[in-house]
């Protein structure tokens, strides 16, 4: 079943994932500046008439997306709430008024997408750019829905503090406080008022929907890092022409074939092997 191996593939799309598919964040001052004021240009007439926002109001125009991402993929409303709060400071920050970004995401090597810079753990950090606010909500869940945050849609989705506390352990925000300052945004505004819990069999399906989903999408990002990674020199010249993988630890030649679309026979013969013996570090041709 795809759920007794989601773990393993987790661990091992992950893996190949972090060594090849980093985005380069690196920009001179002067292309960020010019980045920025198309950007500021482009969304101007928001800019002119945008209103500041209390908490409440924030929370009072965002509350219904937030029931509708958690009902479609379990993530609490009031988790995502506390976070569109704390990250766009109630929808005043500059992130939120200029590119729409409440969640303070950033770029990453699969984002196609506009951009907008601004110093933050690094100086010209890259964050996303949407066309309006309820994008930023739905790219949240879509961010979320990543192997390094799968087991936290194992959650009852009325487990805010289980998935303030994860967010923190799984690497979404770098502040060691994070969970308690997400924690402390719910009570003060009673935030779990708009949580829903679910039955077991409820859970069930989407948890096996979710993470599903989670797993489809970490195969084609995979993909597409390797096919990224088979355009680079190869130095030594011994790799066969196509895409390339290289193999890590726990793979066989069954896991690589179904996980490309071959059969252990076709993958065999990419690359000339005469048994199904591979060892860590080798690189296979997966494709013709």
Known sequence: MRKTTYLAFVILSTALLNSCAVHNNLVSNREARRNNQEIQKENSDAIAGFKPMTSLEYIDHFKAIAIQEMNLYGIPASITLAQGLFESGSGNGELARVANNHFGIKCNSQWQGKSYYKDDDNHNDCFRVYDKAEDSYR???????????????????????????????????????YPQLLLNIIKKYNLDQYDRSETSDQKEKREVRVLNQIEDSAVIALKDSVAALSNKPDNDNTTAPGKIYIVLQGDTLYSISRRFGLTVDQLKGLNNLPDNHIKIGQKLTVSK
């Open 139 to 177: 790219d949240h869940s879509e961010f979320l829905k990543r192997p390094r945050y799968a087991n936290l849609f194992k959650l009852d989705k009325n487990d805010y503090t289980g998935w303030a506390n994860g967010l923190k352990a799984d690497g979404y925000a770098t502040n060691p406080n």
